[in-house]
């Protein structure tokens, strides 16, 4: 079996334009490569996400995230069951609308 390390290495290689992916580690890194899958992931880099890290580290991490687009706001709010206005990017008011 693949070590999660490795699994690191499939994922999108733009999540990580100013880092070196063969340097992460999973879980030193957890917080890093959560956020980046959380704001700009792929739907393949979201199904690795979900098979390396438990739901409540994404959940604490993607919630008290200082910036995330309005729409993955509210994707993670039905994905997470958390209203939107519990986001921390959301009442910081520190969200984008992207489209």
Not at 2 to 13: F, H, V
Request: net charge positive.
């Amino acid at each position: 079996m693949k070590s999660k390390e490795n699994i690191l290495l499939k994922l999108s290689s733009h999540l990580f334009w100013n880092c070196d992916v063969n340097k992460l580690e999973y879980k030193k890194n957890e917080k890093l490569v959560i956020e980046r899958i959380a704001e700009y992931g792929l739907e393949k880099d979201e199904i690795i996400m979900w098979r390396i890290y438990n739901y409540n580290k994404i959940k604490k991490i993607i919630k008290n995230m200082t910036h995330l687009p309005y729409l993955r706001i509210l994707y993670y709010s039905c994905v997470l069951g958390i209203k939107e206005n519990k986001f921390k990017c959301y009442k910081n008011k520190s969200y984008q609308w992207n489209y």
